[in-house]
Structure formats: C-alpha cells, structure tokens
C-alpha cells in the first residue's frame, strides 16, 4: 500500500506562487516511479498537469509550461511542484499520483484557490 499526502495548496492571489509537496513514507516508491501531479477544477476532468520519471525527465502540460517547476527531493522523499504566475483558472484541487506494479495511488489532493 501506497500512502501519498499532498500539501502547500491555499489562497492567493493572481500573479502569486504556490509550492505544493507530495510526501511518501517509502523512498523507493519515489526514485524507481513516474509520479504525476494532476488536477480538478470544480465541473471539469481530472487532468494532468506535470510528471517527472525516475530518470529525472520532466513533462508539463501546456498550461503548465513556464510557470510550474515539478521537482524529486530523494532526501525528504517528496515530489514537488512550484507553481508560479498563478491565474484564477488553475484554482482546482491538486492531486499527487504515482503507479506502481499493482496499484495506482492518489492522495487525498491540496486545494490550490487562485483570486483575481
């Protein structure tokens, strides 16, 4: 089993920035997977946002390009993501991911809220 916790998600205001952290008890859950940040705007799908491999390979989407930063902290066994010039359209509910042999894990998600 798989626990994934989520944090650094809050208020802010347009053009602000947000680090959000992704915690797992189990380093070798982090350093062998792809682990994924997703997110949930309320009425819209899930959808993926950043990814980074075991090898270090970053992928964003294109709403994410430029502005969001996904990073592995194998010390702290987390995988970040800062977020910058944030907008009102990236308030959403922010999930971590990681699949793994037997399993897809999620958190419980951070809710990121962007105000104008």
């Known amino acids: 089993q798989v626990q994934l916790v989520e944090s650094g998600g809050g208020l802010v205001q347009a053009g602000g920035s947000l680090r959000l952290s992704c915690a797992t008890s189990?380093?070798?859950?982090?350093?062998?997977?792809?682990v994924n940040w997703y997110r949930e705007a309320p009425g819209k799908q899930r959808e993926l946002v950043a990814t980074?491999?075991?090898?270090?390979?970053?992928n964003y989407a294109d709403s994410a390009k430029g502005r969001f930063t996904i990073s592995r902290d194998n010390t702290r066994n987390t995988v970040n993501l800062q977020m910058t010039s944030l907008q009102p359209e990236d308030t959403a509910n922010y999930y971590c991911?990681?699949?793994?042999?037997?399993?897809?894990?999620w958190g419980k998600g951070t809710l990121v809220t962007v105000s104008s």
């Open positions: 991911n990681v699949m793994v042999p037997g399993g897809n894990y």
């Open positions: 189990s380093r070798i859950v982090f350093s062998i997977n792809t």
């Open positions: 980074i491999t075991s090898g270090g390979r970053t």
